[in-house]
């Protein structure tokens, strides 16, 4: 790839990292926030969800813009909302500001991660467009470590909202790059339409070192409002669907064991530093374990990489049911899971990016990301219920499997499409 496209997806590397940072930083600081504010447990869940719900509106409602204006403007609107989110945090005085806040924010990285994926896989050529999506989405786990760093040296030395202003900091920084030197992609320029399309597209192939020349049928009028309507014709619909069932399982059974590792071992006898000790190194063995899936796919096929990344995520899950709860056995349990659940995550993202025709790319990728958020909000609240009707740790983890390995079976039995 040329050195444009090679430095676009670093860009947007670094932006999904600017998402993991955002997204984390609340969790560090939500402590902190509590006893600053006053405010009980369930207030600050209603500020954790707010993001959560934030990121479903934003990837369901706002990420068809991606298809009707281009990639860029989007791209541009979403690094908006962050930052007045992230500024509006650190300024924030009570529940409300925290509440609204959040949402905003929220809204600003669903649809950032709508837009981000279709963009990762238009910069890349076509062999390398699958690593160049997982690679881009490794970012997310790699913020949430810097916010785990951050976020132990600035609460106790300058309080929680200089965290928030960094976080803001960083995200004007991104804004710059993005307004100023990352270009649009060719299916982005496509779609804006309009009579300096063709000047457009030569520029960018000028800046990518290749021939400036388009077939003119190539040029075609801006897809306005074409794209949900794309997705749910008799062509397209099964794709979505089971693309929705697939992301909606995976992310129940792996926010299910992301949010409940901690509570799990401290339940087990073990201090919260112990717990933080296995939740870090589940971090740290999602971006390795994540890359080493990533880097199988040219070898052993994106399909089979994916489907056996979730497999192993079912079985760590119900693995870390039935275990003995020792200390060392745990953290290396937690290391499994976040090999195999970003792992999955990652190339799931890659699937993904081929699944949808390039003129509802961003829509399609939004939908599926915006089901796939209210698995996200399940798995732990589904949890939290059958350890409250009386389950034990192994019952709770095995059927919280099952999701996983229920997408496993469902990637199975469909068809890999390849759109370019």
Same mark, same amino acid.
């Given at each position: 790839?040329h050195?444009?496209?090679?430095?676009?997806?670093?860009a947007?590397?670094?932006?999904?990292?600017?998402?993991?940072l955002d997204?984390?930083?609340?969790?560090?600081?939500?402590?902190?926030?509590?006893?600053?504010?006053?405010?009980?447990?369930?207030?600050i869940?209603?500020?954790?969800?707010?993001a959560?719900?934030?990121?479903?509106?934003?990837s369901?409602?706002?990420s068809?813009l991606?298809?009707?204006?281009?990639?860029?403007?989007?791209?541009?609107?979403?690094?908006?909302?962050?930052?007045?989110?992230?500024?509006?945090?650190?300024?924030a005085?009570?529940?409300?500001?925290?509440?609204g806040?959040?949402?905003?924010?929220?809204?600003?990285v669903?649809?950032?991660?709508?837009?981000?994926?279709?963009?990762a896989?238009?910069?890349?050529?076509?062999k390398?467009?699958?690593?160049?999506?997982?690679?881009?989405?490794?970012?997310?786990?790699?913020?949430?470590?810097?916010?785990?760093?951050?976020?132990?040296?600035?609460?106790?030395?300058l309080?929680?909202? !200089?965290?928030?202003?960094?976080?803001? /900091? $960083?995200g004007? &920084?991104?804004? =710059?790059? %993005?307004? @100023?030197?990352l270009?649009?992609?060719?299916?982005?320029?496509?779609?804006?339409?309009?009579?300096?399309?063709?000047?457009?597209?030569n520029?960018?192939?000028?800046?990518?070192?290749?021939?400036?020349?388009?077939?003119p049928?190539?040029?075609?009028?801006?897809?306005?409002?074409r794209?949900?309507?794309?997705?749910?014709?008799?062509?397209?619909?099964?794709?979505?669907?089971?693309?929705a069932?697939?992301?909606?399982?995976?992310?129940?059974?792996l926010?299910?064991i992301?949010?409940?590792?901690?509570?799990l071992i401290?339940?087990?006898?073990h201090?919260?530093?112990?717990?933080a000790?296995?939740?870090?190194?589940?971090?740290?063995?999602?971006?390795?374990?994540?890359?080493a899936? !990533?880097?199988?796919v040219?070898?052993? /096929? $994106?399909?089979? &990489?994916?489907? =056996?990344? %979730?497999? @192993?995520?079912?079985?760590?899950?119900?693995l870390?049911?039935?275990v003995?709860?020792d200390l060392?056995?745990?953290?290396?349990?937690?290391?499994?899971?976040?090999?195999?659940?970003?792992?999955?995550?990652?190339?799931?993202?890659?699937?993904?990016?081929?699944?949808?025709?390039?003129?509802?790319?961003?829509?399609?990728?939004?939908?599926?990301?915006?089901?796939g958020?209210?698995?996200?909000?399940?798995?732990?609240?589904?949890?939290?219920?059958?350890?409250?009707?009386?389950?034990?740790?192994t019952?709770?983890?095995?059927?919280?499997?099952m999701?996983?390995l229920?997408a496993?079976v469902?990637?199975?039995r469909?068809?890999?499409?390849?759109?370019?």
């Amino acid at each position: 790839m040329h050195r444009v496209q090679k430095l676009s997806i670093l860009a947007l590397t670094a932006m999904c990292a600017l998402d993991g940072l955002d997204l984390f930083a609340i969790t560090f600081a939500a402590p902190v926030i509590g006893r600053e504010m006053a405010i009980g447990k369930a207030a600050i869940g209603l500020v954790l969800a707010a993001a959560l719900a934030g990121m479903a509106l934003g990837s369901l409602f706002l990420s068809p813009l991606a298809d009707i204006y281009g990639r860029r403007r989007p791209l541009l609107f979403s690094l908006l909302m962050m930052i007045g989110g992230t500024l509006w945090t650190a300024l924030a005085g009570n529940l409300f500001d925290l509440i609204g806040s959040r949402l905003i924010t929220g809204l600003g990285v669903g649809t950032m991660a709508a837009v981000i994926n279709p963009l990762a896989a238009e910069y890349a050529n076509a062999k390398r467009r699958d690593i160049s999506v997982a690679i881009v989405n490794l970012g997310l786990p790699a913020g949430a470590i810097v916010s785990g760093i951050l976020a132990a040296w600035m609460i106790p030395l300058l309080g929680w909202r !200089a965290l928030f202003l960094v976080a803001s /900091g $960083l995200g004007m &920084v991104m804004l =710059a790059i %993005v307004l @100023l030197w990352l270009p649009e992609s060719i299916v982005g320029i496509l779609s804006r339409g309009g009579p300096a399309t063709q000047t457009r597209l030569n520029h960018l192939l000028n800046r990518c070192g290749q021939p400036a020349s388009v077939a003119p049928d190539a040029i075609r009028p801006r897809a306005r409002r074409r794209s949900i309507r794309l997705l749910l014709t008799p062509a397209e619909l099964p794709a979505t669907v089971a693309a929705a069932a697939i992301f909606f399982l995976f992310t129940l059974s792996l926010y299910y064991i992301q949010s409940w590792v901690p509570s799990l071992i401290t339940g087990a006898g073990h201090t919260v530093s112990q717990a933080a000790l296995a939740a870090t190194a589940m971090s740290v063995s999602g971006v390795l374990g994540g890359s080493a899936f !990533a880097f199988l796919v040219p070898r052993l /096929g $994106l399909k089979r &990489v994916v489907i =056996a990344a %979730v497999t @192993l995520t079912g079985l760590a899950i119900a693995l870390f049911g039935v275990v003995p709860m020792d200390l060392p056995v745990l953290v290396a349990m937690s290391v499994l899971v976040g090999a195999s659940t970003i792992g999955g995550m990652v190339n799931l993202y890659a699937i993904l990016s081929r699944n949808f025709p390039p003129s509802a790319r961003a829509s399609g990728i939004g939908f599926v990301i915006g089901v796939g958020r209210f698995g996200s909000a399940l798995g732990p609240a589904l949890g939290g219920l059958l350890f409250s009707l009386g389950h034990e740790r192994t019952m709770v983890s095995l059927v919280m499997a099952m999701p996983a390995l229920l997408a496993a079976v469902l990637l199975l039995r469909i068809r890999q499409r390849d759109y370019a």
